[in-house]
């Protein structure tokens, strides 16, 4: 009998300690309601598309049980495919027929493929009736992106898969703590990339090897981060936005803030941000703005003024990934 899932991925922002959490050091991450969805059927053979355009309009297609790609398929769809299909080994499903539909552009710096990942593993899994725990759903998903990633945390994966805000480091292993956050006024604007994430995190390693100075920045990140739990934990957003500051003036001595996200944030603190910074692996990508309700449209603006293709706000964090009912 053909089955059907339906499953429901978070996204994700990274409030504090992006890039240094490569290296171990702690970052703060937040799922947010901004979700990807994944249709599953089983299938004899494999299919994929992502809505609202079809896979031949982006280039791929499959002829009986083969996969062909055209000269449209853009590296994006090409990256999203692989993180499908690594999902689908992972768990030993041969063939499914996979419909995504994402409100974001692939590598728009959200997670998105943390979240296609974790919601094609809970989709799959659900068809081939396995339960998993969010934390082994959590380390399944983080497998597959380091296979089709090269280097990653496990920091996006853990945010879509267990949701709400996280704190993440490593110590001997990988630990992740919850931060109980209730309410966290974000304008988010999304930016075009100029490289992607495993580029991006390529690059900084190589500028430390250089400029070995840069270890000490990333420690410094990590003690922001710390300082930065507690200000959440006590709702201090004044401070929380200082860190915000401080936090990308850091990020830019790693070489991720480009002249868009500079502009971004500077527009986002005069129409009266709390704190703004870059949001993940940076070079355009994601910038989050701490603000006051009564700021957010301001702040929106400014974000679109600076050329953001996407803005949104955002007031409180996401459950993580989920089955919808069929
Ligand atoms: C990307 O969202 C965040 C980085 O820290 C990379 C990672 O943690 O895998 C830049």
């Known amino acids: 009998m053909d089955m059907r899932v339906r499953s429901r991925a978070p996204t ?23 979700y990807i969805d994944v249709e599953m059927e089983t299938h004899d053979s494999f299919a994929l598309s992502s809505g609202p355009l079809t896979m031949e309009e982006f280039g791929i297609r499959v002829k009986g049980g083969k996969v062909e790609l055209d000269e ?29 539909s994402s409100p974001l552009p692939m590598g728009a710096g959200m997670g998105t493929s943390a979240a296609v990942t974790v919601a094609t593993l809970l989709g799959g899994l659900a068809l081939i009736g396995r339960n998993v725990s969010e934390e082994e759903l959590a380390n399944m998903a983080w497998e597959v992106e380091k296979k089709v990633q090269g280097v990653a945390s496990p920091m996006d994966t853990s945010a879509s898969a267990i949701g709400g805000v996280l704190k993440i480091y490593k110590r001997g292993e990988w630990i992740r703590e919850r931060i109980n956050v209730k309410r966290l006024p974000l ?7 100029a490289k992607n994430t495993g580029e991006i995190v390529r690059d900084v390693r190589k500028r430390m090897e250089r400029v070995t100075e840069l270890r000490e920045v990333m420690e410094l990140i990590g003690k922001i981060t710390l300082r930065a739990q507690k200000a959440l934990e006590d709702e201090d957003l004044a401070l929380l936005g200082e860190l915000m500051n401080v936090n990308n003036a850091l990020l830019e001595a790693l070489g991720v803030v480009d002249k868009r996200v500079a502009n971004a944030v500077h527009s986002a603190l005069e129409a009266g941000a709390l704190g703004a910074k870059v949001s993940g692996a940076g070079l355009g990508g994601a910038v989050i703005a701490l603000v006051e309700r009564d700021k957010a449209e301001e702040v929106m603006t400014a974000f679109k003024l600076s050329g953001a293709r996407k803005y949104f706000f955002i007031e409180s964090p996401s459950r993580g990934a989920f089955l919808l009912n069929t």
Request: hydrophobic letters at 55%; aromatic letters at 10%; zero cysteines.
């Open 12 to 34: 994700k922002i990274t409030l504090f300690g992006e890039h240094a959490v490569v290296y171990g050091f702690p970052a703060i991450v937040m799922a947010v309601p901004i």
């Open 187 to 193: 304008v988010v604007g999304i930016f075009e990339k």
């Open 72 to 100: 449209r398929s853009s590296e994006q769809i090409l990256r999203v495919f692989s993180y499908v299909m690594e999902a689908l080994k992972e768990i030993g499903l041969e063939g499914a027929q996979v419909r995504i």
